[in-house]
């Protein structure tokens, strides 16, 4: 990308962008956005999204099925030589099941691991395994031979990065020491274990009797089964973490122009910095375009008294929820971390359903 | 035959009602502004389930009022609260809850902390049947909010027998009562949200079993213009591109507004709040709407 106005991001440079944010504010499309500029601008960009709308899948030519990298034909597009865009749709079950594939140290212990309830619980039903996914995903396509830049939309973040903390809460839970400790059978027990641990393995047992659970054998056998993979996984996620601080990799925090959105957008900024990470711009999405001048319908002697009224009721409207989006972004302005570039991307006023749309949206993105 | 239009009767609010819908569609301002409205018939209870507390915040902005209060939950709270009831024995169940394994173990045991989150959900609404109030839950966004409706099934299939057996069918009863329970799904009139909104409804009417499920359809705007009005436009493109865009968003309502009928959903239409302040007015304006749209009892 050789626009002059955002070279301050040093797109051409980079190896990969991930988009971060709340819910609702249309990650995935910008993210998309952004991908079809970068690949059109003549870079190879693979471009995972979460969750698409239908007709964002539609744009990029994938089908709902698709979990695999799909070519998009830019052939329409003007883009220079060596532009390429790829994308696919993030599926947590599948790459959580092909990870296991991979780091089983054998195939009975792949098998017992995929049939296990506590796995199957866990694949499925925690929130969490999806941002742990969307992660490992992005490890797999950054170590394809010709990755060049990667574009990442990531599941809506609620309060927390989840999605940045996957790895760690994952590695947490697969922790040896609790491996060992779980995976020990009765008496078996070796290693430094204080009372406490002794302790709460007895009462873990009660809690089991009580609750009715009888899950602790469960838990017990999928942590020794996971045990052989434990080095698999350490490697991954501290392979992960080295590429979200590698320089070339920049991190948008992606938000709307409402005063809660912008809070948010203001505090996973904070959040990135505590995990030592640096968010390098965010980019407020579907900024209202200015409004036309009223004094021009005023003046029209061609348009109905009715017509008129209508269209400075409207006005009148879109004016208010320009006064409240301006102060909204006026205090992002005055809160505005330092060393955070703020990036504002057009409202287009439907949603976007091919890629020509995509590329407008991409056109309209501006320094604030 | 016509289908009979349960939007056009006012829905009777279960003691319950749990709010959720896609980010974006204005889940925690429908939330405060019909704890609100609820709150102006008997007392009234906001829980917030988002830690941000967004809801709460909202309503603290529009004033004190006596019969309202708000109220956060949090998952480790539960799951406190819990160990400390079956393991009454105080030393041994903080130490428990103190323990790094015991950690690991309800972290491999997901579901869980969000089981033990319905259950206290259940409390609460039978605390209110009890005081005559009303309770009014700031859920998580809809994907988050299925995963939680439908942990009781699962940890009864993980429970076969034992206490928390006999606290999940409490569970699995209680969000089938419409009385106790409802959910009321938050959407906005476009295409994704619309789509979630009515598998969502569709998942919860057949899994968890949902017996109160009600639309918020948030941001509904007329069309304002037509197209010929459009049309009529064509020398001053600018305001004709917006009068053609306020015409596709009062259509979209409208699209939206069948859609939601059609699928059997008793549907609240909330306004675009057109103002340089989304303020106590605004949640006030909203707050009207969902007073008309809900029976007395």
Redesign the interface.
Known sequence: MNRPEITALALADRRLVVCLGPGGVGKTTLSAALALHLALGGRGVDVMTVDPAPRLLDALGLRVEDSSLQPVGLGAMDARSGARLRALKLDPKRVFDRLIERHAPSAAARDAILADRVYRNLSNALAGVADYMAMEQLLELSRAPDADLIVLDTPPAAEALDFLGAPRRMLELLDSRAVTLLGAAGGAMRGPFSMLDLAARAVLGAFDRVTGLRLLGDVRNFVRNFSGMYAGFAERAAAAGELLRDPRTLIVVVATAERERIAQAIEFVAALNELDLKAGAIAINRVRPPLPDAGEIARARKIPASLRAKLQSHLADLAALETRERAALDALHAALPQGVELLYAADLGREPRSLADLAEIAKTIRPA | MRKPSPSVRPLTPPRLIFVTG????GK?AVAAALALALSRRRPATLADL???G?AAAMLAAAGKSDALETLALTPRAELEAF?HR??PLRS?SQ??L?????G??T?????LEAFLLLERLRLIAGTAALEDRYAVIDA??T??AL?LLN?AG?IRG????????RLAAAVEDFIADPNRFGVILTVSP???SL?EALDAARALRETPRVGWIAAALNFATAP??SAA?VA??A??P??A???E??M?AGRAAADARRALRDAGLGVIELPMV?????DHAGLETLCGRLERGLSQP
């Open positions: 896609k980010g974006g569609a925690s988002d830690r941000r967004s160990i079956i393991v041994i130490r428990m103190r323990s790094r394994t015991f690991y173990v972290a491999a045991l997901p579901g998580p966004a994907g988050h995963e942990v699962g993980l429970a076969p027998a034992g206490t928390l057996n476009e295409e994704l789509r304002l213009f009005e009529a436009l020398a001053f600018a305001h591109r917006l009068a865009a306020r596709r057109f103002a340089a302040d989304f």
